[in-house]
């Protein structure tokens, strides 16, 4: 964990427990009770002097901190450091995130569980006027108990207002768990976060989201257009509850928590109700017949008839026959030792260990099949295969980052570091090309944002960051010289105040 050059007054600041965005969390340990905190602190990219801003964010900060909620993570106290740059210190959660208990489903009783744990706490954000529009595994936090807590209200909103906690640099919303209507920029209410939920839940019961796409766009389409998958045979009981979650209307939906916290619950008596698939029990045999071994056919030691001749030629040919089959099954050496290496190296490629740890890993024992054979088919296509999975993997990492706005930081884990790791495996990969379009037209967004609301020199660095990437785009270089001109009027004003 990384140690920040700043200092909180009361705190001592141990290093980073995670970065979005448009903020940072610090893990630390408060002075006057000696207990662990998280400390969330806005990035020193924004424009903290933005008077406006700050009390954006701190009058929305002090709400969710009003709600004072098991169910939604609790605020100790909103201030601002020396730099003018606003903070959060918020309690501790050892438990983890869902996101990192997702490799592979969880039972009905634990999903449904933590369902009924967020809606709990949905229920009184929605009571106070305010939907949470990013409900996404990794802000469902869990206590040491096991219960889960809602947190990371950064893009929190009021129903009745258009005032966001934090506008600079920050989508709305997580593309993969985002409603229809939030893809489109529609008016939101309670019903989107009851989607996002029901995306969650579905998440949780199959172990993957199925709306997530290559590319914002396929999953913004996805969510407008993809039905709802049938559920394996012994979750049908989940279907009618989860496509009601999932309607892609806002008015099919259920119109509040409490309405499916009941249907949720209703769901769950069915299925208690439900008899159990009984199979027939097969028919009794004892142990000591079913181990036997009898000969398939007796034959009598005293034959009362001769074997012909021609029977002795055919017996001799299938000893032949026999001997030519072990001929051919016979390995040398040579070829024991490569199918041994190609047994280690398909092990290791099926338990993900591709190129780590050190001899030790798929590639290691391809490339060792290799140096016995260098034209052997099977440790040539396994090492493509290592290849496509790295691509594969980096390129979902960068689809990941880009959700959570991590463009071009932290540096080597972010959404441009993947997809150019990528396109050094495959050049032309399609996937991380178009991804590094979508970064570049996500720039230009966030330049022209920040152009509309005077924040010029964010501004400019969004522009210069998306030319990085690709400096012939259009739309940045005009960018570019629109806030050129706007720098040289300014330094032109500033001069003639001073001369």
């Known amino acids: 964990m990384s140690t920040p050059t700043f200092e909180i007054p009361g705190y001592t600041i141990h290093g980073t427990l995670g970065q979005g965005g448009m903020a940072t969390v610090y893990l630390a340990t408060q002075h006057s009770l000696q207990r662990k905190v998280a400390i969330k602190v806005l990035d020193d990219t924004l424009d903290h002097g933005d008077n406006d801003f700050n009390a954006r964010f701190i009058n929305e900060a002090l709400l969710i901190a009003s709600l004072n909620h098991p169910r939604i993570i609790t605020i100790y106290d909103v201030a601002t450091i020396d730099d003018c740059r606003p903070y959060i210190v918020m309690e501790f959660l050892a438990g983890g995130d869902l996101k990192q208990y997702l490799t592979t489903p969880l039972s009905v009783a634990k999903a449904t569980t933590i369902v009924q744990h967020i809606i709990e706490g949905l229920e009184t954000l929605h009571a106070k006027g305010v939907i949470?529009?990013?409900?996404?595994?990794?802000?469902?936090?869990?206590?040491?108990?096991?219960?889960?807590?809602?947190?990371?209200?950064?893009?929190?909103?009021?129903?009745?207002?258009?005032?966001?906690?934090?506008?600079?640099?920050?989508?709305?919303?997580?593309?993969?768990?985002?409603?229809?209507?939030?893809?489109?920029?529609?008016?939101?209410?309670?019903?989107?976060?009851?989607?996002?939920?029901?995306?969650?839940?579905?998440?949780?019961?199959?172990?993957?989201?199925?709306?997530?796409?290559?590319?914002?766009?396929?999953?913004?389409?996805?969510?407008?257009?993809?039905?709802?998958?049938?559920?394996?045979?012994?979750?049908?009981?989940l279907q009618p509850l989860l496509e009601q979650m999932l309607a892609k209307d806002p008015n099919e939906r259920f119109s509040s928590c409490k309405e499916l916290s009941a249907a949720l619950s209703a769901s769950m008596s069915r299925e208690a109700t439900t008899p159990a698939i009984v199979t027939p029990a097969l028919e009794h045999t004892s142990d000591q017949e079913s181990t036997q071994i009898r000969p398939a056919l007796r034959i009598p030691k005293n034959l009362p008839f001769s074997i012909p001749s021609s029977t002795y030629y055919t017996i001799g040919f299938i000893i032949l026959l026999i001997v030519g089959y072990c001929g051919l099954i016979y390995q040398s050496p040579l070829d024991q030792k490569i199918e041994a290496y190609l047994e280690q190296a398909n092990t290791h490629f099926d338990n993900g260990q591709l190129i780590a740890p050190p001899e030790e890993n798929a590639r290691y024992f391809y490339r060792q099949v290799l140096l016995l054979d260098e034209e052997n088919d099977d440790a040539n296509e396994g090492l493509d295969d290592i290849i496509q999975r790295q691509v594969e993997d980096f390129n979902a990492l960068a689809i990941t980052r880009f959700e959570e706005q991590q463009l071009m930081q932290p540096r080597k884990d972010n959404a441009v570091f993947y997809y150019r790791e990528a396109l050094a495996l495959d050049p032309n990969n399609k996937q991380a090309v178009e991804g590094l379009e979508h970064i570049v037209e996500e720039y230009v967004h966030l330049a022209q944002s920040a152009f509309l609301q005077k924040q010029y020199d964010q501004g400019f660095r969004y522009v210069n960051r998306g030319l990085s990437i690709n400096s012939k785009q259009t739309e940045l270089l005009q960018l570019r010289i629109q806030y050129r001109k706007y720098s040289n009027s300014v330094k032109r004003l500033f001069n003639s105040i001073f001369d």
Do not use: W
């Open 132 to 237: 949470h529009r990013d409900i996404k595994p990794a802000n469902i936090l869990f206590r040491e108990d096991g219960s889960a807590v809602i947190t990371d209200f950064g893009i929190a909103k009021g129903l009745d207002n258009d005032t966001d906690l934090t506008q600079v640099g920050v989508s709305v919303g997580s593309p993969s768990y985002s409603s229809p209507e939030q893809t489109q920029c529609k008016e939101l209410d309670q019903r989107s976060d009851i989607y996002s939920l029901g995306v969650v839940l579905l998440e949780m019961l199959q172990g993957t989201n199925p709306f997530k796409g290559p590319s914002h766009t396929d999953t913004a389409v996805n969510h407008l257009q993809m039905a709802l998958p049938t559920l394996q045979e012994d979750l049908l009981y």
